[in-house]
């Protein structure tokens, strides 16, 4: 390329790379568009989400005459938009479990039940997971307390 052809910005960045010592890029205060973008000019996403808000109804008035038609993507959509996403919900279940006994004791109880057909394997699974996340909250109790007497002996 020619000096000629060398647009001034690039003529600019050689320049700052050459003077300075150790340093790399443009200089501080110094860009690589000068120009910048031009006042007043909007975002384009600002301007399509401003559009769609003008038509917002009439697009969704469109979507649901599709969907009334029998346009199964349109339903979706609307389907998607209207309605909450189902969530599984767990059944009450009834069984015996004894409060007061350890926690693998329960946990036996609740496999006993499993095995019974009194609850279904998923919800035992549930409980006995519950019953190891309260495990391990009352090793940390236990533990706390075991630091604290271990603290006022000293």
Avoid: C, Y
């Avoid at 038609?69 to 009834?94: C, F, H, I, Y």
């Avoid at 706390?144 to 603290?151: C, V």
Wanted: charge should be neutral; aromatic fraction near 4%; hydrophobic fraction near 40%.
């Amino acid at each position: 390329m020619s000096d000629v052809d060398t647009p001034e910005w690039l003529k600019a960045h050689r320049e700052a790379n050459t003077s300075s010592a150790g340093q790399r890029g443009w200089l501080p205060g110094q860009s690589g568009n000068p120009k910048g973008r031009p006042k007043g000019t909007r975002n384009k996403k600002n301007v399509i989400a401003q559009e769609f808000e003008k038509e917002a109804s009439e697009v969704a008035r469109v979507v649901m005459k599709a969907a009334l038609k029998g346009d199964m993507t349109a339903a979706n959509m609307v389907l998607q938009r209207l309605s909450p996403p189902l969530r599984a919900r767990a059944e009450k279940v009834m069984f015996e479990l004894t409060p007061d006994a350890p926690l693998t004791e329960q946990a036996q109880q609740i496999l006993t039940a499993v095995a019974a057909g009194d609850i279904d394997p998923e919800t035992g699974k549930l409980l006995i997971d519950a019953i190891s996340a309260f495990a391990g909250l009352k090793q940390v109790d236990d533990l706390e307390a075991r630091l604290i007497a271990l603290e006022g002996r000293k």
